[in-house]
């Protein structure tokens, strides 16, 4: 059954070219922004209310309104946003939207040149994010200023439309609607307003509320500080997903789940708004940028071409079908569609991984498959100094430029690859994680279940991706999803030669995976299958010391109540080349107890292994038992670590109580009620200390909060100090890649319940990204770049200077004495051109010296004499020295300059000759006759004449007359063959 249409009334004041002031009862405020932005880590009050702003909730305190809040920062964000790309004018950057904040990458390089965010730059600040000049929440939508392309429009769910100048990072304007936005877009040919979509306020939800369009001035700078924002209301909608302005002006499209409304902006159908329905729910949309037709995707994998909006006045009113064309390749939902700038191929992606190329005219499609992940959004590379391109954003989170002509990969930017939902282990399951100090990464579990990646917090570089468990990646049959192999548990070597995993698919198969180090990437050495037989493996840990094939050793426990050891294994293979291998050592048990955890002491001489009552020291070499450590407070041991750098102490875990014994007497040292649930302890590994995580929540939920409490073994049972994070925590371990070496301080890195990897501590001393201007990433230097150096490049007769030491107040003193500081200004604070010429020429030329020493003649120096170089001179002293150039060095300079850049063309006459086709439309000499495909051996017989020569300006050629088949002022005569 086609899609139906109905015509319904639209406000007139839609269509009007001003835009006038708002309603009585709508009052949005106005709130002007600072012009600066900055971001650092996230820390006390504003860390809770960045959180809870992203939840939409407010902050609450509760009983631990007293805590501190620990500082961290996030390495990545839970979800990828589904806005596309926007590129600049130029092609040269591009802007993705992270949360609350916009980051800017470079279209060559992929570096993160810039970012507008949203926090202070003051790390340990506790004021409340409401004073920052960024965006509080989720921001949801972005493009360019429509009447300034060098600026930057952000839409956010805090309710507000910010203005910033990309190029400083410099927050210039907000106008503030007390209503979250959703959607934005603009009309290109009225560049003073934009078209929003705004959510219901979150004490209004309901079946029934609708969202609102408004029509919005962005020229709110003219206007008094307290005047209002000057807005208009259209129409009301049950919900929209997408709202888009066709190229033309003439159409505003509102799409909901099975909606489409048609609202007319030209003058000649003002006060229409027609409704189309999907058969399908609609999830993505695009309008083609030179006809007047849209393109809609469907849950369904269904891709329609609306033909609709070209009826004539009297039967828009009607209900009628609407025109429609089908294209149908995808299997599930279409999550993606844009058109290429002249309209001629429309991009398609989705669930499959696969990007479709469809040839509207020719009615063809091509493929560029297994990009790596889902498809979530797809931009189009503006035409600029590369060909035309296509930039991919994945779930995972990378980014992918496709090469429009080719089909290949471009360019591949990684970040950290997020898991989607389907593949999230439960709560129950930790993920795996651990530190490879070999590499300065973290390993983290990745996108897919069956890889882990390794990430540099430091670089912000994913160093590597390991696939674990090899597996078909492709998309679901049906609606539920394949259960792929899973990564159960990592564990690294002290010296990062090893790696050790376990992977199983649905606990059927189980893989035990030794992987070997060799500085650049990782090869599988030694796979064992079903290490403890039909059982599950719970957990694995190295030697702490092993450096050698004698020290290697491997432990694991599991569910079939084993503990087996594994060795390094060395023999000569049949070249004589020495082969390292793993096989198993020894098994052994006790009391038929499931073991729970384990754990090796600091020096390697004790192997502990935690069962549910007690825990068990045993010897690594003969498996003995040692001592068993047990006390009536500790019924059901969940975690335990050794403390202190010699391992004297042993702090050990139940739900609600935490106990430190000294294995030097054998006795329990203090014990702690804990009034929250311990998740976890985590030692330092160079003081002794350590941390209880807990979860005041009997079960991981989406408000729950984390409580850590620091302990100090010679303070006794009372934590020396205790912060909470605003949110909960699946696992952590420390971070013992942190530059801090004090020894008090903790950091640890974890991932969140919402699968956001976090750094949480005393010091989190990761680089963070804050608010800057675009610098110069093919240099390295990190300077900042201007738009002059983008246009002209690096300045030829200015060296960069070294970076200043002095305090603030004196390096902007020293700022201001650059000769090029006035052009490095922001448009709107540059002085006119006509001042410019003379400070900043003055500053560059400087004044010739008074007294200058005569420079002595060295042209009768002996060659073989070495000259004198005294200590602290330099031979190019003389170079140094300024003075001012006088009138007839300024005209040589000049009349050069004309003569190389200002010359003209040349005129050649009619009768010079020109060889191999030279100038367009002359006579071309023809090529010497040839007998069965050979040339004649005979030459032509002709009468040759000088050839006139060239003119003087050009360079001096030697042409050889003779050797020219072709005579001036002659007809050429027939050779004989």
Not at 336 to 363: H, R
Not at 776 to 797: E, V, Y
Not at 902 to 910: C, G, I, L
Request: glycine share 6%.
């Amino acid at each position: 059954m086609a899609p139906k249409s109905k015509a319904t009334a639209l406000p007139p004041a839609l269509a009007g070219n001003s835009v006038g002031s708002s309603k009585p009862n709508e009052k949005p405020s106005k709130g002007k922004g600072k012009a600066d932005a900055e971001r650092a880590t996230v820390s006390d009050a504003t860390a809770a209310n960045a959180v809870d702003d992203a939840r939409g909730q407010p902050s609450r305190g509760g009983r631990f309104s007293d805590v501190p809040v620990w500082q961290w920062t996030t390495l990545t964000e839970r979800s990828i946003s589904r806005h596309p790309a926007v590129f600049t004018p130029d092609a040269k950057y591009f802007f993705i939207i992270v949360s609350a904040s916009v980051k800017v990458y470079s279209a060559t390089t992929g570096a993160v040149v810039s970012t507008l965010s949203a926090f202070s730059n003051d790390a340990s600040s506790s004021a409340s994010t409401s004073t920052s000049p960024g965006h509080r929440r989720t921001i949801t939508s972005i493009m360019i200023h429509p009447g300034n392309p060098l600026q930057l429009v952000t839409a956010s769910l805090d309710g507000t439309i910010k203005i910033w100048d990309y190029l400083d990072a410099l927050l210039l304007d907000t106008i503030d609607l007390e209503r979250p936005v959703t959607h934005m877009c603009a009309d290109t040919s009225k560049p003073d307003s934009v078209f929003i979509a705004s959510a219901p306020k979150s004490n209004k939800t309901g079946p029934k509320e609708r969202s609102v369009i408004y029509r919005v001035s962005l020229r709110q700078s003219v206007q008094p500080d307290d005047a209002k924002p000057v807005y208009f209301r259209v129409t009301k909608t049950q919900s929209v997903h997408h709202l888009v302005m066709s190229p033309s002006g003439r159409w505003l499209i509102i799409a909901g789940a099975t909606k489409i409304y048609a609202a007319a902006v030209s003058p000649a159908r003002v006060g229409e708004m027609t409704k189309y329905t999907s058969p399908q729910l609609i999830t993505s949309f695009a309008f083609h940028p030179t006809d007047e037709y849209f393109a809609t995707g469907c849950d369904t994998g269904v891709i329609r071409l609306w033909y609709c909006l070209n009826g004539e006045k009297e039967q828009a009113k009607a209900e009628k079908n609407a025109q429609t064309t089908m294209l149908h390749w995808h299997a599930h939902a279409v999550s993606s569609l844009t058109f290429t700038p002249n309209g001629a191929y429309l991009l398609s992606g989705g669930e499959e991984a696969v990007l479709v190329i469809w040839q509207l005219d020719a009615n063809k499609k091509d493929f560029v498959p297994r990009v790596g992940a889902p498809i979530v959004s797809i931009a189009v590379t503006p035409v600029a100094e590369q060909s035309e391109g296509y930039l991919l954003c994945l779930q995972d989170g990378t980014l992918m430029t496709i090469d429009a002509a080719k089909h290949t990969v471009r360019l591949e930017i990684p970040r950290i690859k997020l898991a989607p939902l389907h593949f999230r282990p439960p709560t129950t399951e930790p993920p795996p994680l651990a530190v490879h100090e070999a590499s300065s990464s973290i390993v983290l579990p990745s996108s897919h279940p069956s890889s882990i990646q390794f990430y540099d917090p430091f670089t912000f570089a994913l160093k590597y991706e390991l696939e674990v468990a090899p597996s078909n990646r492709v998309s679901r049959v049906q609606d539920e999803h394949t259960e792929p192999p899973r990564v159960l548990c990592t564990a690294t070597c002290s010296s990062g030669r090893w790696l050790a995993t376990v992977d199983a698919r649905a606990n059927a198969e189980m893989h035990l995976k030794i992987w070997a180090w060799d500085g650049r990437s990782w090869s599988l050495n030694t796979r064992v299958d079903r290490p403890h037989g039909n059982a599950r493996v719970t957990g694995m840990a190295f030697h702490p010391l092993g450096t050698n094939a004698q020290s290697w050793q491997l432990v694991t426990i599991g569910d079939d109540a084993n503990v087996k050891t594994w060795k390094a294994k060395t023999v000569a293979n049949e070249r004589g080349r020495d082969e390292t291998f793993w096989v198993s050592r020894s098994t052994f048990s006790w009391r038929e107890q499931l073991p729970r955890a384990l754990s090796w002491s600091p020096d390697g001489s004790i192997l502990v292994v935690a069962y549910a009552a007690a825990v068990v020291l045993f010897d690594p070499d003969s498996n003995a038992v040692l001592q068993v450590l047990s006390c009536p407070e500790i019924k059901d041991i969940r975690s335990f670590a050794f403390v202190g750098t010699a391992g004297q102490y042993l702090a050990v875990a139940s739900q609600r109580e935490i106990s430190v014994w000294d294995l030097v007497s054998g006795s329990v040292l203090w014990t702690h009620a804990a009034k929250q649930n311990v998740q976890q302890l985590v030692a330092h590994p160079r003081s002794d200390m350590f941390a209880a995580v807990q979860n005041p929540a009997a079960t991981l939920e989406e408000e729950s909060i984390t409580i850590v409490r620091v302990f100090e073994i010679t303070a006794g049972p009372r934590a020396v100090r205790k912060h909470k994070v605003p949110y909960p925590i699946r696992a952590c371990a420390f971070f013992s890649l942190s530059s801090s070496p004090a020894s008090s301080d903790f950091v640890l890195f974890g991932i969140t319940l919402r699968w956001s990897v976090v750094l949480l501590g005393d010091d989190v001393t990761r680089p963070m990204e804050r608010a800057r201007a675009i610098v110069d990433d093919g240099s390295g230097t990190g300077a900042s770049r201007t738009l002059l150096q983008d246009i002209f490049g690096a300045s030829a007769i200015l060296a960069p200077s070294a970076p200043s030491t002095a305090g603030p107040s004196a390096s902007v003193v020293t700022r201001k004495k650059d000769p090029l500081y006035e052009l490095e200004l922001p448009a709107y604070e540059q002085p006119p051109l006509g001042r410019l010429f003379d400070s900043v020429m003055g500053r560059i030329v400087g004044k010739r010296a008074l007294d200058v020493p005569p420079i002595a003649d060295t042209s009768q120096m002996d060659v073989d004499q070495d000259p004198i170089v005294e200590s602290g001179a330099t031979l190019m002293q003389a170079a140094s020295i300024e003075r001012e150039p006088d009138k007839s060095e300024l005209d040589a300079l000049t009349q050069m300059f004309r003569e190389v850049f200002v010359q003209p063309a040349p005129t050649v006459p009619k009768s010079t000759l020109h060889t191999n086709g030279n100038g367009n439309g002359l006579h071309k000499p023809v090529s010497t006759p040839k007998v069965n495909g050979h040339a004649s051996a005979q030459k032509a017989k002709t009468k040759r004449t000088p050839a006139t020569p060239l003119p003087s300006s050009n360079a001096d050629v030697e042409m050889d007359v003779d050797s020219s088949p072709v005579t001036v002022g002659q007809k050429r005569k027939k050779s004989k063959i």
